[in-house]
């Protein structure tokens, strides 16, 4: 949001010298008669268009991400939405590091996150810890989407399905796997057995051959 006003009030001083050669100021009987200068417009566009560009760039991210969200949710309109420092003041669930919604088909990644999946996308070669942890996160709320509401069911869906959710999102399958699997290894399994939280979210049960096993053909555990 703060981007963008940057660059309206850049547009707002481009409109400014155009509007001061046609309309007489306040106490003025004419308008200003010397040319606008170009350079002056030329520095205002640029730096108008480079603050635009960062919220045009999660704009497009974010119609990207829902449209692959709604392929992971097996066909049901999902629509995410990249939380910004400024929106997560008004999150009611700011602590959690995204939300959905399966009624409005929303979806929320709070701050860093989508940057950091965004980067991971970018070098799925060498993905940085958030990154993983960020695709996870997008896989998981689009399971909420699916349809499933249990925290440890959607996790478990999720961690089966992150390989498919990154090369959906144009991860190579071998960096793809990879990912997928560092995350259940390194992270999921680590939360297994624990208390509070992870009680909550991971389950012994989400394993090759157990009970929430759904037998995906390309899922993550094919790689093991």
């Known amino acids: 949001m703060l981007w963008l006003l940057v660059s309206l009030f850049f547009c707002w001083l481009i409109w400014r010298e155009f509007r001061l050669r046609r309309v007489a100021r306040r106490g003025y009987d004419r308008p200003i008669d010397t040319p606008v200068s ?6 205002l566009l640029v730096l108008a268009l480079l603050f635009a560009w960062t ?18 949710a097996d066909g049901k309109r999902a629509v995410v939405h990249c939380n910004t420092v400024f929106d997560t003041f008004f999150d009611r669930e700011t602590l959690a590091a995204g939300h959905a919604n399966p009624l409005t088909g929303q979806i929320v990644l709070q701050h860093p996150y989508c940057g950091e999946l965004m980067d991971f996308i970018d070098s799925p070669a060498r993905p940085q810890p958030k990154g993983i942890v960020s695709l ?7 399971m909420h989407i ?3 509401l249990n925290e440890a069911l959607t996790e478990c869906q999720s961690v089966q399905r992150n390989a498919r959710a990154a090369v959906l999102l144009g991860v190579p399958e071998v960096f ?3 990912a997928a699997t560092e995350y259940y290894q390194r992270y999921y399994l680590r939360r297994v057995g624990g208390e509070g939280f992870n009680a909550v979210y991971a389950s012994d049960q989400c394993a090759p051959g157990k009970a929430m096993d759904e037998r995906l053909a390309d899922s993550t555990w094919r790689a093991h």
């Open 176 to 178: 793809a796997r990879k």
């Open 55 to 72: 919220p045009f760039k999660y704009w497009r991210f974010e119609r990207f991400l829902s449209a692959k969200a709604s392929l992971l």
């Open 38 to 43: 170009k350079p002056y417009i030329a520095a």
């Open 136 to 142: 996870n996160i997008f896989t998981h709320e689009s």
């Open 146 to 148: 699916r349809g499933e």
